[in-house]
C-alpha cells in the first residue's frame, strides 16, 4: 500500500498559467460584490485569460455563498474540468473549512490546479499543501478591480501565476532577527489554520505531514485580540510546528486593540516570541495580510530563502 504522506514531501507546482487559460472565478466562502467580480473579470481578460464567472459565485445563504454542499460542489466541478487551470476565490468571509471534509483529498492531489486568495481561503491552500500541490496566497477580486491590470501589485499577482517568480525585498523592523534561512514557504491566515488543526488529510501543519520538512512559516490575522493571537502562537509552538520552523514571516495584524503597555501586536509578538525561545531568522510587519494594498502574493510550498536584516528583508523564490 502506498502511504499518501509519501506524495507531500515536496509540493509541485500545478501547470503555470499562459494566455489563452481557462480561469474559473468562484465563492468557496462568502458572497462577493458583483462589482468586484466584474473588475477582476476585465482585469484577468487583460492579462489574456478565458475567465468564467462560476454560475453560484453570487449566491447566498446565512453568511456564506450558499450551503456547503453546494459550494462543494461548485468546487468539485471545477477542479475536476481538465480546460479549468486556476480557481480565484471570489473574496474571504467564511467557510471555505467546512469544504475539506466534503472533498476527497485525492480529488486534489490528481487534478493538480493553482487556487488564489487569502483569509478564509488559507483552509484551502493548507489542504493544496497536503494534497502535494503548491497555492498561491494573493488578493482576490476586490484588490484586482480597484487596482487594475497595470497596478503594480496585481502584476506580482500576474507574475506569480504564470511562473516569473522574481521575490520580494522590503524595509526592515526594529525587531527583526537576522540571518538567512531556507525552506518550504507555509502558513496564512492563524484563526483559520487554527480551525483545522490535527487534520492530517488538510492541515499542512500537522506533526506527520511536516516530518523530513524544515520550513519557513508566514502568519497574519485581522481583527483578533491580542489574547487570542498569544493563544494561537502558543499553540503553533505546543503542536511542534516551531521545530520545523527555519524562518518566521509575520504579516500584518489589523483591526485590534492594543492591551497590556504593548505598543502594538508586534510589541506583544516579539515578546511572545522571546518567551518561548524561538531564535531563527525573523521578519515582522512584512506585506501579507488583510490590508489588500500591501498583500504580496506568497506561493504556498515552494522552496523559499529569507534573508533578514535590520535594514531590509528578501524573500527568494528558489529555482
Not at 31 to 47: I, K, S
Not at 146 to 153: F, H, I, Q, S
Request: with cysteine; proline share 5%.
Amino acid at each position: 500500500m502506498i502511504n499518501k504522506n509519501e506524495n507531500r514531501v515536496l509540493p509541485q507546482a500545478p501547470a503555470w498559467l499562459r494566455p489563452g487559460d481557462k480561469v474559473v472565478i468562484m465563492s468557496p466562502a462568502s458572497t462577493p460584490v458583483r462589482a468586484h467580480v466584474e473588475g477582476a473579470v476585465c482585469v484577468l481578460g487583460e492579462w489574456g485569460f478565458k475567465v468564467e464567472v462560476s454560475e453560484a459565485t453570487f449566491d447566498r445563504w446565512h453568511m456564506y455563498a450558499g450551503g456547503p454542499d453546494a459550494r462543494t460542489e461548485e468546487l468539485l466541478k471545477h477542479l475536476l474540468d481538465p480546460e479549468v487551470k486556476a480557481i480565484f476565490a471570489s473574496r474571504g468571509g467564511y467557510g471555505s473549512s467546512q469544504l475539506l471534509c466534503r472533498i476527497d483529498p485525492d480529488v486534489l492531489r490528481q487534478n493538480p490546479k493553482w487556487i488564489i486568495g487569502y483569509s478564509d481561503i488559507s483552509a484551502l491552500h493548507s489542504a493544496q499543501l497536503c494534497a502535494g500541490n503548491m497555492s498561491i496566497h494573493a488578493c482576490m477580486n476586490g484588490a484586482l478591480a480597484r487596482g487594475g491590470a497595470n497596478d503594480k501589485l496585481n502584476l506580482m499577482l500576474r507574475d506569480a501565476l504564470t511562473g516569473n517568480l522574481k521575490g520580494h525585498t522590503v524595509p526592515g523592523h526594529k525587531y527583526n532577527t537576522p540571518g538567512t534561512a531556507s525552506g518550504i514557504l507555509m502558513g496564512g491566515n492563524m484563526y483559520v489554520l487554527s480551525q483545522i488543526a490535527g487534520s492530517r488529510d488538510y492541515d499542512c501543519l500537522e506533526r506527520d505531514n511536516l516530518q523530513g520538512k524544515d520550513i519557513i512559516l508566514f502568519i497574519e490575522d485581522v481583527g483578533e485580540s491580542f489574547e487570542r493571537v498569544n493563544s494561537m502562537l502558543s499553540q503553533l509552538y505546543l503542536r511542534g510546528v516551531m521545530k520545523h520552523v527555519k524562518g518566521l514571516i509575520l504579516g500584518r495584524f489589523t483591526d485590534y486593540k492594543p492591551r497590556w503597555d504593548y505598543e502594538d501586536m508586534n510589541d506583544m509578538l516579539h515578546d511572545t516570541l522571546t518567551g518561548l525561545g524561538i531564535d531563527v531568522p525573523t521578519c515582522y510587519d512584512f506585506p501579507v495580510g488583510h490590508d489588500e494594498t500591501w498583500n504580496y502574493p506568497m506561493i504556498e510550498g515552494h522552496p523559499v530563502t529569507l534573508a533578514v536584516d535590520s535594514k531590509e528583508v528578501t524573500l527568494t523564490f528558489n529555482h
